[in-house]
């Protein structure tokens, strides 16, 4: 495995290339183009630019997340060939650009869900939380002015505000879009680019819905073992993958990580590593990363990592707000650095241990 941090660019972000250069053992960055909007063709001229400015700080690229997808291909419009076709030549130029790894997520809507971005928890540290009566008692278009308020100025990541400012629209567009019809959007989607994929050793890997079941009504499908497992049939093609995000799946108690990180082997092509607490099954925060301050056994899903052979880029995933930083809510340096080191010292026992062993 690689350990990475996800880095937002210079325009975006809070955090420095230079600081992410002396957390020890992160060597990469998993980025985006981040003023791009969804079905936007990225051009190569960007794409080399962002790279060579996080190679001059000595990291490199690992990643790409998120490439994110037009509503149209997600609804299954008339229009989605173009923004397909746009699509495929974004992963063509960054194939031609040496980038072999792209996020992306078919959540409709909304990408992740949360009702709050700054809960205070006991040791005075603020976190992403969530409950489902909160969801319950609001109104879904009021979702994103909702939470925003606390974003510490930031724009969230998959909550484009023009997207979000024609929320109603959107609702409407999917009204007709159920859990088959998402599916077959996706594979509709999946068949067509999977040749660039091949031509230019592209692994796709979609991020699970978070939560990992449906909110407002609208349907979700990147959710348990079952789902990834049709997923990947349906398109069988190794660069059809996924992102394990533990603090997705997670979110839903049924969901074993370690034994989905086992069934799952040869198709992890990039990990998002985090812990959650939980108060009842639908009211849950983001904690440190280190097992006792949540509710995941971190060392079992870094074991499974471990033993199902992976190389791919793993991140620590949002981190508490501490030591008074004002970020964007889950990606501020210093948690996610003690969260970067934490598990880079589970692997390194995990890996001692066994070669002992
Ligand atoms: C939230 C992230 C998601 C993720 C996308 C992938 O912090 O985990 O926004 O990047 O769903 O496309």
Known sequence: MEMTLRWFGSQFDTVTLKQIRQIPGVTGVITTLYDTTPG?????????????????????????????????????????????????????????????????????????????????????????????????????????????????????????????????ELFALYKDVDDEKLFANLKYFLERIMPVCDAYNINMAIHPDDPAWSVFGLPRIIINLENIQRMMKMVDNPHNGVTFCAGSYGTNRENDLPTMIRALKGR???????????????????AAHLSSDGDFDMYEIMKALYDIEFEGPIRPDHGRMIWDEVAMPGYGLYDRALGATYLNGLWEAIDKSQKRG
């Not at 909702?146 to 930031?154: L, M, R, V």
């Not at 992890?268 to 983001?286: G, Q, T, W, Y």
Request: charged share 30%; hydrophobic share 40%.
């Open 40 to 168: 936007e063709v990225w051009t190569r001229e960007k794409i080399r630019a962002l790279k060579e400015e996080v190679e001059a700080s000595g990291l490199h690229i690992s990643g790409i997340e998120s490439v994110n997808i037009h509503d149209a291909i997600k609804i299954g419009s008339e229009d989605r060939d173009l923004y397909i076709d746009n699509y495929i030549e974004t992963l063509k130029n960054l194939g031609e650009e040496d980038i072999h790894l792209v996020c992306y997520n078919f959540m409709p809507v909304f990408d992740w869900t949360r009702t709050e971005l700054a809960r205070v928890r006991p040791d005075g540290s603020t976190v992403l939380a969530y409950t489902q009566e909160a969801i319950d008692a609001l109104d879904p278009e009021k979702m994103f002015a909702s939470i925003s308020g606390d974003a510490n100025g930031a724009i969230l990541p998959g909550w484009e505000p023009e997207r979000m400012a024609k929320i109603k």
């Open 268 to 286: 992890i092509h990039f990990a998002h590593v985090r812990n959650l607490k939980f108060h009842s099954d639908d009211n849950f925060e983001e």
